[in-house]
């Protein structure tokens, strides 16, 4: 048991994590589901009604079965017969057939995304637990401020995918081999096992992570050796060769997982790495034909689907990306940190000329190298990976060896013996300036954290596009709200040419992607469905992504103005 002190010690943690878990369901509360949401918690109750899993075919059941609990034990069923369309998603018409028979329908979706904030807290507890044990409480709780106030884990625990479930099933599974290869038992063993096993059920992607969850172990065990020098000063460059080994494994594990999500839109890669295997490809003809050993297919998460995959690839997969193979993989994680990289050799050289050589500036370094390293990793990451909060599900594990990092190099370079009292505030700044670099990425989900409720429609032309008509229906719609209305003009083809009926707003480019998402069900332009009455009646709607066809219709042709009189419409 701990003592009253002890206590006291972890007040402050504790206060931590429980004002993030508080504020993470606060957002669940005020978001709300959108559509991909409720037609995962729709297949799990499919398989709890029916012990069917053919709703579902992108991920392992157990994330849409967790969803789906309050519903069933609320007694609601999943349709037997719903209709089927053109869309490879079968899930998503039997939530259209669910939500036209269940009246309580938002309240249970909603009630089902509330174990995302405890997916967020085990993530974090995981990580307060690992950084404790190792450097001790301060070291800790500033590594614990880095994740909850990361964009990308804030987004990620208010938004019901089984992505966070498998980051934190991934940080608990390092935790326990951590803890094995200190103190061998065999209920860790079991443990490490169990977690594992649950991981994949999430989803198969945790696979990919599990090399590197060895190699950081085996990281995080040698540095035990780095002990302090006999004159108790800390040994500097071997904590800045920790932070250069941590970053090795994080852009391995990071490019690894991000091939594959070019199948999303994404693109992973720095202007240095596009033209220097540009050259390379172009110069070195046999490169293009060296096979990866790890298919698309794989890399995406084991079960996507050859025909999903060949309907998505002529439009969303770079060429030279996926002809390349292999080479293409070993060769963009050693092309695109190499000026950090030396940067921070460089540092590590300087401090240890200090230590050899001249002992009386070894105070300094010793000081302030700890924030160099912490800030040069993030800096680093955020060059090599320009997009880093773009697709934030390739970006959990990045985001969780960051904050240990932080953690850990503040406490092996001293600084933390000598600024107990600001460095936690300094941390804090630290990651507010992290979300506030990457509010162009995040707008949307910030406006709806710090302001008002922040939901995006996206309306493309269909066939029966009558631009007039259209125009007044979506007048009409907007007529009587409160909301400034901003609008981006896209110019694109209708959603069939992808192969879908309904918007996925994720396969679109980042530029035109929005963190929350309202989808439409395209019989016709800008037909809301039951789908969404959440956004009209509950959030309402406050940007809207309309065809570049209605700009002249609404802004400049002197019929229609009229439509709109009243209306606060502004066009970016």
């Known amino acids: 048991m701990l003592e009253a002190g002890g206590r006291r010690r972890l007040a402050l943690p504790a206060a931590v994590l429980g004002m993030s878990f508080c504020c993470h369901m606060w957002l669940v509360h005020r978001s709300g589901p959108h559509g991909d949401e409720v037609a995962r918690l729709v297949a799990g109750l499919r398989f709890l009604d029916h012990g069917r899993l053919d709703a579902y075919i992108v991920n392992p059941p157990l994330h849409s079965i967790l969803l789906a609990l309050p519903a069933y034990l609320a007694g609601s069923q999943s349709p037997d017969h719903w209709r089927q369309s053109v869309v490879k998603r079968p899930e998503w018409d039997l939530a259209d057939a669910w939500i036209e028979k269940e009246p309580r329908w938002l309240w249970l979706a909603s009630l089902g995304k509330c174990w995302m904030p405890v997916l967020s807290l085990l993530f974090s507890l995981a990580m307060f637990r690992c950084v404790f044990h190792h450097s001790g409480l301060t070291a800790a709780i500033c590594s ?3 994740l909850i106030l990361n964009p990308v884990h804030i987004f990620a625990s208010t938004t019901s995918t089984p992505d966070l479930a498998t980051a934190a099933l991934w940080c608990a599974a390092w935790m326990f081999l951590v803890q094995f290869l200190r103190w061998p038992s065999g209920s860790t063993v079991v443990c490490l096992a169990a977690t594992v096993g649950f991981g994949l059920l999430f989803k198969h992607v945790f696979l990919i ?14 540095r035990s050796t780095f002990a302090k020098n006999g004159s108790g000063r800390p040994c500097v460059p071997k904590a800045l060769l920790l932070a250069l080994a941590w970053c090795t494994i994080l852009g391995v594990v990071y490019q690894f997982d991000g091939v594959g999500a070019e199948l999303g839109g994404c693109q992973f890669e720095s202007k240095l790495f596009a033209q220097t295997s540009a050259w390379i490809n172009n110069r070195i003809p046999l490169v ?30 770079d060429d030279r990306r996926s002809s390349a193979g292999l080479w293409d993989v070993l ?25 050899v050589g001249r002992k009386k500036i070894v105070a300094i370094p010793a000081k302030m190298l700890g924030g160099i390293v912490a800030l040069s990793s993030w800096l680093m990451l955020q060059a090599a990976f320009p997009q880093l909060p773009g697709e934030y599900r390739y970006s959990l594990p990045a985001i ?23 460095v936690v505030g300094g941390l804090i700044l630290v990651a ?21 409720p922040h939901q995006a429609v996206y309306l493309f032309q269909a066939p029966g596009f009558d631009t007039g008509q259209d125009a007044k229906w979506i007048a009409d719609w907007m007529k ?40 439409l069900r395209l019989q016709r332009f800008g037909k809301l469905e039951q789908l969404e009455p959440m956004a009209i009646e509950r959030l309402g709607v406050t940007h809207l992504v309309l065809p570049a066809e209605l700009r002249n219709t609404i802004f400049q042709e002197a019929s229609t103005q009229e439509w709109f009189t009243g209306i606060d419409l502004a066009s970016r």
């Open 331 to 355: 060769f963009t994680v050693v092309a695109k940190t190499p000026i950090a990289l030396c940067l921070l050799y460089i540092i590590a050289l300087f401090a240890q000329a200090c230590v």
């Open 288 to 317: 293009n034909s060296i096979p990866s050993p790890f298919p698309y297919v794989y890399l995406y998460g084991l079960d996507l689907q050859i025909a999903e995959m060949e309907r998505v690839a002529p439009t969303m997969l």
């Open 400 to 422: 969780f060896a960051l904050s240990l990092l932080s953690g850990w190099s503040l406490d092996a370079t001293g600084w933390l013996q000598h600024r107990r009292s600001w």
């Open 480 to 519: 009587g709200r409160k909301e400034v209305f901003t609008v981006d003009w896209v110019a694109t083809a209708s959603p069939e040419a992808y192969g879908l009926s309904r918007v996925d707003a994720n396969r679109f480019s980042p530029a035109k992607r929005q963190w929350i998402v309202s989808r």
């Open 144 to 146: 614990v401020c880095v």
């Open 209 to 222: 992570f599990f090399p590197a969850l060895l190699l950081s172990a085996l990281v995080a065990d040698l």
């Open 432 to 452: 507010a300036g992290m979300v506030v670099s990457n509010l162009r990425s995040i707008h949307s989900f910030v406006n709806c954290f710090v302001a008002t």
